[in-house]
């Protein structure tokens, strides 16, 4: 198998990380050709959360239509993928086991070189995806169900961690408040939706800013709403039926403002520290309204440039995995048919620096 590129690339990329069975084939790591996601939010709803197990089998039962799903979109056959990028860490393993396995048998039946993408460089790179494209060095702030981390991007491989949550990333956040009121799965967008018609002051909810640290804690947060809830009469739901003085629009504006508060505030402080001209947020959380419209008075305020990707490229998507994938291409960094998945890799971890898969 050849394992060094021949210029051009069109990249068949895959992620089954968490709960979105997804597959893409992206050209010149810049132009998506098709980008399928295959969601299983209607399997988890009725739990408020991610089961991983039934997760995982529901990628085994769907992967392969979304794969041919995604070549056919993209009207390439086998034999014009240059390579086969597959995120391998982090994740629920179960999940990416099956992504993982799936690109291997493809590589390894095809011919086709392999690489190991980390989600969060899929989120990071995500920006190349976009135009313009951000300039090195930018600051990109991965917000999502699994992560809330600021990183100075310096270059490709080259990434400094200005901060990471302590406790619960942003999302899970969303969908435990979501939880708690009665909602279904996943939170984010319905308790952003429900915030957009409330009123932002009703409730002060507490803000963690920590200031000595760049650091993020939502799980204090998540308490206060619990503990609101629980006087307020409203967890576990009203028996009664009785309705809580409290608007849910107005719950939902006052938790969404602190979140976005802390977020807002931390890019400022990072473009302060790290004197950079550019800001990306990327995960789940970046497809927010209050995030999107407060990065953009942001970066009107301090003179910077935001990269705001479209909302389906905030969350979970194997373009930006194609995306990423093409870095690894062009530098010839290939992975093997051992590539093992990890549930927990940061991508500050030395490791990464010389990762081959
Ligand atoms: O990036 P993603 O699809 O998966 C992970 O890598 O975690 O992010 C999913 C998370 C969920 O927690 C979901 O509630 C949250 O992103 N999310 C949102 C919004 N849309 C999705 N959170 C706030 N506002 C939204 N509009
Ligand atoms: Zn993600």
């Known amino acids: 198998m050849s394992?060094?590129?021949?210029?051009?690339?069109?990249?068949?990329?895959?992620?089954?990380?968490?709960?979105?069975?997804?597959?893409?084939?992206?050209?010149e790591g810049k132009e998506i050709l098709s980008n399928i996601v295959s969601s299983q939010n209607e399997i988890h709803e009725k739990f408020g959360g991610i089961v991983p197990e039934l997760a995982s089998r529901r990628h085994i039962e769907i992967i392969q239509a979304v794969v041919s799903e995604a070549l056919i979109q993209a009207n390439i056959g086998a034999d014009r993928i240059s390579a086969i990028a597959v995120?391998?860490?982090?994740?629920?393993?179960?999940?990416?086991?099956?992504g993982c396995?799936?690109?291997?048998?493809?590589?390894y039946a095809n011919k086709i070189p392999l690489i190991g993408v980390h989600h969060l460089e899929g989120h990071i790179y995500v920006s190349n995806l976009m135009n313009p494209v951000p300039r090195y060095p930018f600051l990109a702030l991965v917000v999502s169900g699994g992560h809330t981390s600021l990183y100075l991007v310096k270059g490709f491989k080259n990434y400094t961690q200005t901060g990471v949550t302590r406790d619960d990333a942003a999302g899970e956040a969303y969908?435990?408040?979501?939880?708690?009121?009665?909602?279904?799965?996943?939170?984010?967008?319905?308790?952003?939706?429900?915030?957009?018609?409330?009123?932002?002051r009703a409730i002060l909810f507490p803000r963690a800013y920590m200031r000595d640290s760049m650091d993020f804690s939502f799980s204090g947060l998540k308490t206060a709403v619990r503990n609101f809830l629980n006087k307020a009469g409203r967890y576990p739901l009203q028996a009664d039926g009785e309705p809580s003085e409290y608007?849910?629009?107005?719950?939902?504006?006052?938790?969404?403002?602190?979140?976005?508060?802390?977020?807002?505030?931390?890019?400022?402080?990072?473009?302060k520290r790290e004197k950079t001209?550019?800001?990306?947020?990327?995960?789940?959380?970046?497809?927010?309204?209050?995030?999107?419209?407060?990065l953009t008075e942001l970066s009107d305020k301090l003179g910077i440039e935001a990269f705001i990707p479209p909302k389906n490229l905030c969350t979970d998507n194997a373009a930006m995995i194609g995306a990423a994938g093409h870095l690894y291409y062009i530098n010839n960094l290939f992975a093997d048919n051992s590539l093992n998945p990890k549930a927990n890799v940061s991508i500050i971890d030395p490791q990464m620096r010389e990762m081959k898969g």
């Open 101 to 107: 396995n799936f690109a291997k048998a493809i590589a």
């Open 247 to 271: 608007k849910d629009e107005d719950i939902c504006a006052s938790f969404q403002a602190s979140v976005m508060d802390v977020l807002l505030n931390k890019i400022k402080e990072a473009v």
């Open 277 to 294: 001209e550019r800001v990306l947020i990327s995960g789940g959380v970046a497809a927010n309204s209050g995030l999107r419209k407060g």
């Open 87 to 98: 995120t391998w860490a982090p994740g629920l393993i179960g999940s990416l086991i099956v």
């Open 175 to 200: 969908d435990k408040v979501a939880k708690m009121m009665g909602f279904g799965y996943p939170g984010g967008p319905l308790i952003d939706k429900l915030a957009c018609k409330g009123n932002p």
């Open 3 to 27: 394992t060094k590129n021949n210029g051009e690339s069109i990249i068949l990329a895959i992620d089954t990380s968490c709960d979105d069975t997804s597959a893409a084939v992206v050209k």
